[in-house]
T-cell receptor, first 112, second 113 residues
Framework: EPEVTQTPSHQVTQMGQEVILRCVPI?????FYWYRQILGQKVEFLVS????????KSEIFDDQFSVERPDGSNFTLKIRSTKLEDSAMYFC??????????FGPGTRLTVL | GEDVEQSLFLSVREGDSSVINCTYT??????LYWYKQEPGAGLQLLTY?????DMKQDQRLTVLLNKKDKHLSLRIADTQTGDSAIYFC?????????????FGRGTSLIVHP
């Protein structure tokens, strides 16, 4: 069964550094998403992406964040200058029609 | 605004039924979802229900929707130790051409022998 994959599984970085989290959505899916889950808190929506542009973003998704689909398979989330409070699990998701989203296993980001 | 509430813990004996309850606030939610998260893993879509349905059954899983009370439940029949996980309820809103889920905090289901 096709799955969403994410790399790396764990990323440790110093505050102020840039990080890029990578996702490979399910191949025939058209809508892509990023979410984050701070330890012990709810899963929060960050951004949705369709037809090579952002279709919606939350207030969390400020100018420090950007997304890109650099080729036909990868979907990336860049955090330009990480802060301590960016430490969280980041989940990528995709869907073919926009109704039921399939999530990847997540990347744990630790900012020191 | 949207908000989803669910109890944090549920403990059941193996073989019993589990019922996980959830309340939501957005009456315009079209899809309501149940996701399962095992330790160290991502969110696995378990099942979903469309807002014009009252019930959906899928093998051991039964979803009940009371739209008037904005109450969603997930019943797991014959609960097994492998069902131990965190279960997330989510309502959704249509935005940017797709349905964006708003998640609850998750219910930790503990199944003991």
């Amino acid at each position: 069964e096709p799955e969403v994959t994410q790399t790396p599984s764990h990323q440790v970085t110093q505050m102020g550094q840039e990080v890029i989290l990578r996702c490979v959505p399910i191949s025939n899916h058209l809508y892509f998403y990023w979410y984050r889950q701070i330890l012990g808190q709810k899963v929060e929506f960050l951004v949705s992406f369709y037809n090579n542009e952002i279709s919606e973003k939350s207030e969390i998704f400020d100018d420090q964040f950007s997304v890109e689909r650099p080729d036909g398979s990868n979907f990336t989330l860049k955090i330009r200058s990480t802060k301590l409070e960016d430490s969280a699990m980041y989940f990528c998701a995709s869907t073919i029609r926009g109704d039921t989203q399939y999530f990847g296993p997540g990347t744990r980001l630790t900012v020191l | 605004g949207e908000d989803v509430e669910q109890s944090l813990f549920l403990s059941v004996r193996e073989g019993d039924s589990s019922v996980i309850n959830c309340t939501y606030t957005d009456s315009s939610s079209t899809y309501l979802y149940w996701y399962k998260q095992e330790p160290g893993a991502g969110l696995q879509l378990l099942t979903y229900i469309f807002s014009n349905m009252d019930m959906k059954q899928d093998q051991r899983l039964t979803v009940l929707l009371n739209k008037k009370d904005k109450h969603l439940s997930l019943r797991i029949a014959d609960t097994q130790t492998g069902d131990s996980a965190i279960y997330f309820c989510a309502e959704s809103r249509l935005s940017g051409g797709s349905y964006i889920p708003t998640f609850g905090r998750g219910t930790s289901l503990i199944v003991h022998p």
